[in-house]
């Protein structure tokens, strides 16, 4: 009895000082550990998804691609798929399993440490992503398990498991079962099958190693592990599990499923200009990780019509140029032998896939150099008897070159399909490129400055670089309306003569004797006459009366410019700005004289729902009363400032009116409803401008080399007008557009457009214009102003600059009327017409 009581007694003894021992171990490394009462806030990384005006998601911006999903809402049968994969007495243990511990610790003595599989629980698993680190240390593993025995006193099982599922990695930078589901099924959780919650969480372990194609095999096997071990634990019947292990898994990788991106439109200048903006205002970490809803103010119908007009004008420019590019990426001979081999390398390489200019355009490669044709191959698009692949000789009469120098063997094109207009049936494939001139466009409300559209280049895969914010380029002559602006607050009146006639200025830098476009000059002009025909001389002139100080001023406060250089080029569109702050700057002749921010963005609410920013500044005064009166529409009290006066405001818009019905615009803009604008060409052609309005909407174009270079026959109203002319036209079906409305100071008298004097109030004819002064204010006439430059007795004058014309031959062989290439005398900067 002696023995068999030292015996006790020692194990009794060794006992305590074992628990003496893990008693000192867990209270020495129990101290100062994280808190898991920040678990309570758990704020994860989530996506930050944009969606257009009616709710559609149109992009999504992610750091970690998850979408957080609340324990209640994610199915059973993904929470037992990971259970069983994972943690198979999840809901029985304390936060640790002596089991699993106990099986990890036979397994590694047996295997002789070659075979070491990790006992974590599901508890000890959130502790080591949430609080601690990875590292494969024994005081991680104690630290480990005290906060997974902590956690499980104060937290329930659900909203453990609800961490977890939602913080855990699963591969292709999809974080959480719910982002997971999307990227592999494009399916939400509820519509799972156990077979697809089980690959999910068979990825838990080995996320980058079980690829459902590279790594078929392995994934399958580690999927069918997963349902046997849900039946044996009774999640799952034994006949679904041996269904579901039969079945072949399929993926959105395996290409069995449309992948969720594809359901989304290509990214574009707009979503990536807010995602620039937004990252300024919020922060990239918030932008990013802090799961944003983001109301978008584009019109999907009119951003692709912006598009396709811009690419159309610069697609047309490019191809009477008569140059092949391509795209300059080639494809080895050795993978043209085989479909399969061609057909993966030309998914491979990053050439423009967002371009529809005409129909989709897809990338190919040539196959073969015949005598009258292109053997080409089409991404996504398998030969038919009926859509041979081949690009015939004919298609290439507009490249200058011989048809072999410009083509070999392996090279990447674009192509697109050629339909007839009457069926839409095919006639042939035909080569496309990505232009070298590239351009902008935008258009905005005028009353709210939401931006509807907005077109920073000709394709965003191509060049990232949005030329409507980013550019900064010289204006030109669409500057000149803020020089006149300055005018008419400061007592002059559309009726006021101002001399057109030479002008030499001294400079630093040498002489400068600025020219008019036509290299020709007209005397005393109205200031009317002076803005439609883009008067060079007169705008200088008038700058030099009113004082560049105050056209800076102006300028500054339009926001076409945050510090200007008041110089005399300037009042030519010397300076840079950017197309985005020009139409923003029209805007506000548009709505009469009110201030008006452009936005990308309507409101912006966080991952609770809170809004954070709305830009809607006006308040409906009556809209809460049930019944208005017949035919009174609600009060709506906008708030905003007013930065010019209204009668200048339309004064101005009136002058600019007649830039589109008789100036430099009236070739090409001829809408159904009042429009005004400005065209604006710069020296040398190298930036062209139009940007006009209606009573509602604004829009403006740009169109240059991003390195500047002449554009050969290049005018805004040549160039830029079109694609006004052709938006605008969509524009209006939905917009509308209507007189400009005329404030209550107006005094209309009838003047005489070309010489300033007053006509009678019942004299017609094309000469007469029915200009507004502002009541009580009669105006002076006779009065000449020549900005303090002297004119020559014996000048020759002449009445109206003279048009002529020529004809030219276009791309696609027909004829075409264009107007004079412009004279650009010796102005070495700024604006011509």
């Not at 560049?548 to 945050?562: C, I, Q």
């Not at 090409?668 to 209606?694: E, H, I, M, R, Y």
Request: aromatic residues 10%; contains cysteine.
């Amino acid at each position: 009895m002696s023995f068999f009581g030292a015996i006790f007694t020692m194990a009794t003894l060794g006992i305590i000082m074992c628990a003496l021992g893990l008693g000192a171990v867990f209270t020495f490394y129990g101290r100062d550990l994280p808190s898991y009462q920040t678990l309570s806030q758990y704020t994860p990384k989530t996506i930050s998804r944009v969606y257009n005006g009616e709710g559609r998601i149109i992009d999504e911006f992610a750091a970690e691609r998850r979408l957080f999903v609340p324990a209640e809402e994610i199915p059973d049968i993904v929470k037992y798929a990971f259970v069983s994969a994972e943690d198979q007495n999840f809901y029985t243990h304390p936060g640790y399993d002596i089991r699993g511990i106990v099986a990890a610790a036979v397994e590694a003595v047996q295997s002789r440490g070659s075979d070491i599989r990790g006992a974590s629980t599901i508890t000890q698993q959130v502790m080591k992503n949430f609080l601690l680190s990875s590292d494969r240390t024994a005081e991680r593993k104690i630290k480990e398990l005290i906060l997974s025995v902590r956690i499980e006193r104060v937290m329930s099982k659900d909203q453990i498991i609800e961490l977890y599922l939602n913080e855990i990695f699963l591969g292709q930078n999809s974080y959480g079962v719910a982002a997971a589901a999307q990227s592999y099924f494009n399916k939400p959780l509820s519509d799972l099958t156990p077979g697809e919650a089980a690959y999910l969480a068979a990825l838990a372990q080995r996320p980058g190693n079980l690829h459902p194609v590279r790594q078929y095999d392995d994934a399958v096997d580690r999927r069918n592990y997963v349902l046997r071990r849900m039946a044996i634990d009774g999640y799952i019947s034994q006949e679904v599990s041996q269904s579901e292990r039969e079945a072949p898994l399929r993926t959105v990788q395996s290409g069995d499923y449309d992948s969720f991106r594809s359901t989304l439109p290509p990214r574009g200048y707009f979503t990536d200009e807010i995602r620039r903006q937004l990252s300024r205002n919020f922060g990239e970490d918030e932008f990013f990780s802090g799961g944003l809803s983001i109301r978008a103010t584009v019109d999907p119908e009119l951003q692709t019509e912006a598009e396709l007009s811009l690419q159309q004008a610069l697609e047309e420019y490019d191809r009477a140029r008569g140059d092949w590019r391509g795209t300059g990426r080639t494809i080895a001979a050795e993978a043209l032998a085989n479909e399969a081999d061609w057909r993966s390398a030309l998914a491979s390489l990053d050439v423009p896939r967002d371009v529809a200019l005409g129909g989709r355009w897809y990338p190919a490669v040539v196959r073969a150099v015949e005598e009258n044709q292109l053997v080409i191959g089409v991404e996504d698009v398998q030969e038919t008897e009926a859509e041979p692949q081949v690009v015939p000789r004919d298609d290439i009469q507009w490249m200058s070159g011989d048809f072999f120098e410009n083509f070999a063997e392996g090279d990447v094109v674009l192509v697109r399909r050629m339909t007839s207009d009457s069926d839409g049936s095919f006639i042939r494939w035909t080569l496309r490129q990505v232009p070298q001139v590239e351009g902008a466009f935008m258009a905005m409300d005028v009353d709210t400055g939401r931006v509807l559209a907005m077109q920073g280049g000709f394709s965003y895969q191509s060049s990232e670089l949005n030329r409507a914010t980013q550019a900064e380029r010289q204006p030109g002559s669409a500057f000149k309306p803020f020089v006149y602006a300055a005018a008419l607050d400061s007592g002059y009146t559309p009726a006021t003569i101002v001399v057109d006639a030479p002008i030499e200025i001294d400079t630093p830098q040498g002489l400068w004797r600025p020219q008019n476009a036509s290299n020709q000059y007209y005397g005393p002009t109205p200031l009317r006459t002076g803005i439609e025909q883009s008067r060079n001389l007169m705008t200088i002139r008038l700058a030099q009366e009113v004082g560049m100080d105050t056209v800076k001023e102006y300028a500054e406060r339009f926001g076409v410019y945050d510090n200007m250089g008041p110089y005399l080029s300037a009042s030519l569109g010397a300076e840079e700005t950017t197309l985005y702050k020009l139409v923003g700057a029209y805007a506000m002749f548009a709505n009469g004289g009110e201030r008006v921010e452009p936005t990308l963005v309507d409101r912006v609410q966080d991952r609770y729902g809170d809004t954070v920013y709305r830009h809607e500044s006006r308040t409906c005064v009556d809209c809460s009363i049930p019944q208005l009166p017949a035919g009174e529409a609600p009060q709506i009290d906008s708030n905003r400032d007013r930065i010019m006066n209204a009668v200048t405001a339309y004064q101005l818009t009136s002058m600019l009116q007649g830039v589109v019905q008789r100036g430099t615009a009236s070739r090409t803009v001829n809408l159904p409803v009042p429009t005004a604008g400005k065209t604006g060409t710069t020296n040398d052609s190298k930036d062209v401008w139009f940007v006009g309005f209606t009573s509602n909407i604004v829009a403006g174009c740009y169109i240059g080399y991003d390195t500047p270079r002449s554009l050969i026959g290049g005018s805004g109203g040549g160039f830029c007008g079109p694609v006004f002319q052709r938006f605008m036209e969509k524009a209006i079906v939905t917009y509308g557009g209507g007189p400009f409305e005329v404030p209550d100071e107006c005094n209309f008298i009838n003047i005489d457009r070309f010489t300033g004097g007053r006509l009678s109030d019942g004299a017609s004819g094309d000469n007469v214009v029915r200009e507004c002064f502002r009541g009580g204010e009669e105006p002076l006439f006779g009065i000449q102003f020549d900005g303090g430059f002297a004119m020559s007795a014996d000048l020759p004058l002449v009445d109206e600059v003279p048009q002529t014309t020529r004809q030219v031959r276009s791309s696609d062989g027909s004829t075409a009327t264009v107007g004079p290439n412009a004279s650009f005398g010796t102005l070495s900067s700024g604006g011509l017409y």
